[in-house]
């Protein structure tokens, strides 16, 4: 399992904090690697902009449009602060939004940087129905979509958002709940 | 005319000089909470390579600290 993992089957040293002693881990999941473009994307235009209006400056510098010259430099600075705090907060939202299968349960990791974690989970005797969708023809093109688990527990619906193999996933929980 | 000028550019230059402080100010809270929390994470799911985004959380932090002194320094 590296760092950039999305998809984990009957992995090796993981543990999650309320696992039981001999409590098999099936999947660790995370959303699919490739719902991170967009971010990616938008923080390598946030890299590129200055150097990009650097260069139109140097080129034509009666357009400079900061104008103080001596603050130039630390507002490309703030800049580049906004740039790290941007993605620096997506990658630790994205990694540490995790989803665990076990042979007991389904366990949810809801973490927003700042504000809040949440940690659900149901177990398989609670799961009335399960279904997967993938919604888009990017989800159909990567492999990846949402999993619903509708339960008879507090939290009527649990939902794996934009995981890898979806299908898989749906059908390892339905097999699961049916034996439970 | 020139006094009325200088005045300007000396509210704008100190009004610059606070935000940056400000903004510095909260990039450093927000590196810290960020370690504090991926420590905190770190112990809900237990992986082998928690321990690099940790460091990464800390190189992060002390790249948080060493530019806003520089900037601290070089600039107010």
């Not at chain 1, 703030?78 to 740039?83: A, G, N, P, S």
């Not at chain 1, 398989?124 to 969708?133: I, L, N, Q, R």
């Not at chain 2, 990039?27 to 928690?50: A, C, P």
Request: hydrophobic fraction near 55%; avoid cysteine.
């Amino acid at each position: 399992m590296n760092i950039f993992t999305a998809f984990t089957e009957k992995p090796k040293g993981v543990y999650f904090a309320s696992q039981e002693p001999g409590e098999e881990i099936i999947f660790v999941l995370r959303k699919a690697f490739v719902t991170n473009i967009p971010w990616i994307f938008i923080s390598f235009l946030g890299i590129l902009l200055p150097i990009l209006y650097m260069n139109y400056i140097l080129n034509h510098p009666s357009q400079n449009l900061i104008g103080f010259s001596m603050f130039e430099n630390v507002l490309i600075i703030m800049w580049y602060i906004l740039v790290i705090v941007y993605t620096l907060e997506r990658f630790i939202t994205w990694y540490f939004n995790v989803y665990v299968v076990t042979k007991q349960r389904v366990v949810d990791i809801d973490f927003k940087p700042l504000f809040n974690k949440r940690v659900s989970e149901t177990t398989y005797d609670k799961v009335e129905d399960s279904s997967f969708a993938m919604n888009n023809i990017f989800q159909t093109f990567f492999n990846y979509g949402n999993v619903y688990l509708q339960t008879a527990a507090e939290k009527r619906e649990f939902e794996f958002n934009s995981v890898p193999k979806p299908a898989r996933i749906q059908d390892i929980i339905s097999d699961l709940a049916a034996d439970a | 005319m020139d006094i009325l000028f200088d005045q300007g550019l000396n509210f704008i230059t100190i009004a610059l000089n606070l935000s940056i402080i400000v903004i510095l100010v909260l990039y450093i809270i927000f590196s810290i909470i960020i370690v504090r929390q991926v420590q905190l994470m770190s112990k809900v799911i237990i992986t082998g390579v928690n321990k690099y985004v940790y460091f990464f959380s800390l190189v992060h932090l002390a790249f948080a600290l060493i530019m806003s002194l520089v900037i601290i320094l070089t600039t107010i």
